[in-house]
């Protein structure tokens, strides 16, 4: 048997993903899916889903009970003879949380991403080892942050960034050592730019949740200093989904990196008046130094919640970092994927929030 062993499932970017998978690889080839038991539910709704459109390819998505921070993945005896089926790898499963607790983070996105390495390097049939990072391994890098760079000095904001960054490390340090490595590294990722679809309201959800809240046609945002030289780097799920499928398929894409961000991300400035004119407000700007702005969310009681904005969010709004994405932009060339400018789904963004004020902002742990 053959499959393509994939992490992060049931998760946002790892669902649709497995969708694209089973899509490029013909009927023999499954797709196995490490999954935490506290998913199983989900997780097998989630496949049920997928499978309904695809007559005849029933048990292609098989799921197993697992946990990435376990030395054998918690697989047990099935360990050795999923090595010796998987041709492909895939991983996805992080916390993606900016407040998440050291502990926790070295957990999962270190010793998480060390496991499966291992588990890779015993696979003898293996590939392509596709490992899904983040651009904000740069942390608080000045300047423009390229594709080949990792190790620039950078100071970090919190736990996730600096945790991403580690693990990054043993991946580029398992390339080195000559395993076939491809790294994706998205922007702050929102949801699909047709549908508007997410599964979690984070990053710039907090500030469109905290003015459709404020009474119509006048809303009061908080603003950082010089908004109109900060730039927020945001892509669709979509674009990172077709992007990935689609480089993951490469001969040329093994050994490199990818920034799947926005090459012509918005300033801050650009950024909220478009959201301003998506919610039908208009925005008071109410100036606040970072220190300020952070620090009131993170101890005057009750404001973080009643605003619902995250404090670590603060960060990606005064961030002094730029990314340059030529890899992406010249391994996609002729595909017709590209990242969609923010004001082409902005709308679509805000009617999936308007229509589902339930969608929760804790991450998936």
């Known amino acids: 048997m053959t499959t393509i062993f994939l992490t992060g499932f049931p998760g946002f970017l790892g669902s649709a993903l497995v969708e694209r998978l089973l899509q490029r690889h013909p009927a023999d080839v499954t797709v196995t899916c490490l999954v935490q038991s506290k998913y199983r539910p989900d997780a097998e709704a989630r496949a049920r889903a997928i499978l309904s459109g695809r007559p005849g390819e029933a048990g292609r998505i098989r799921l197993v009970d697992g946990d990435i921070t376990v030395p054998d993945l918690g697989l047990g005896e099935g360990y050795a003879a999923l090595q010796e089926e998987t041709t492909e790898i895939f991983h996805l499963a992080a916390v993606y949380d900016l407040a998440v607790a050291r502990d926790l983070a070295m957990r999962v996105n270190v010793d998480g991403t060390h496991n499966v390495l291992s588990f890779a390097r015993r696979c003898p049939r293996l590939q392509r080892f596709q490992y899904v990072s983040t651009c904000y391994v740069s942390g608080r890098h000045p300047g423009v942050f390229r594709e080949e760079d990792l190790s620039v000095s950078q100071s970090f904001n919190n736990w996730y960034e600096e945790t991403k960054y580690l693990a990054e490390v043993e991946v580029q340090t398992a390339r080195g050592e000559g395993m076939p490595v491809t790294i994706y590294r998205p922007s702050i990722v929102t949801g699909d730019s047709r549908t508007g679809e997410t599964q979690k309201y984070d990053g710039p959800y907090y500030f469109i949740r905290w003015i459709l809240r404020q009474p119509e046609q006048i809303a009061f945002l908080p603003m950082v200093p010089n908004p109109d030289r900060t730039r927020v780097n945001v892509v669709p799920r979509d674009y990172v989904i077709d992007a990935i499928a689609y480089l993951s398929g490469l001969e040329r894409s093994a ?111």
């Open 255 to 365: 050994g490199k990196v990818y920034h799947l961000c926005d090459p012509n991300p918005l300033t801050v400035a650009e950024m909220t008046a478009l959201l301003g004119r998506a919610t039908g407000r208009r925005l008071v700007r109410v100036p606040l130094p970072k220190s300020v702005a952070k620090s009131s969310l993170e101890y005057l009681p009750g404001l973080e919640a009643f605003m619902g904005i995250e404090p670590e969010s603060v960060e990606y709004f005064v961030l002094p970092t730029r990314y340059s994405c030529e890899n992406a932009l010249a391994d996609l060339e002729g595909s017709g994927i590209s990242c969609p400018p923010f004001a082409d789904y902005v709308d679509n963004l805000i009617a999936f929030v308007r229509k589902h004020p339930e969608i929760p902002s804790a991450a998936m742990v």
